[in-house]
């Protein structure tokens, strides 16, 4: 259930960027005198730094602090963050 319910919520965060994206993508390929311009850009850019934001995040918790530790460097002796 735990499962279905985080299915769910990250289809939904990355389907509203993407929406957003391809809608900018689709309303500048229409060609409207001054408002395919506006909203069109507009809607893309605004896709892609949502896309970018999702996709951070679930980066930040796929890999988040619990899957780092820290050890000395072998080189330099300071500390440093590596994978488990």
Known sequence: ?????SLV???ARYLSPLVLFVGGVWILSLRIPFWSLFL??????VGIVLIILSFDNTAKQAFGKDALHIVPCEVCGDPMAVSR
């Open 1 to 5: 259930m735990n499962y279905l319910r």
């Open 9 to 11: 919520r990250d289809s």
């Open 40 to 45: 069109g850009i507009a809607a893309t850019q």
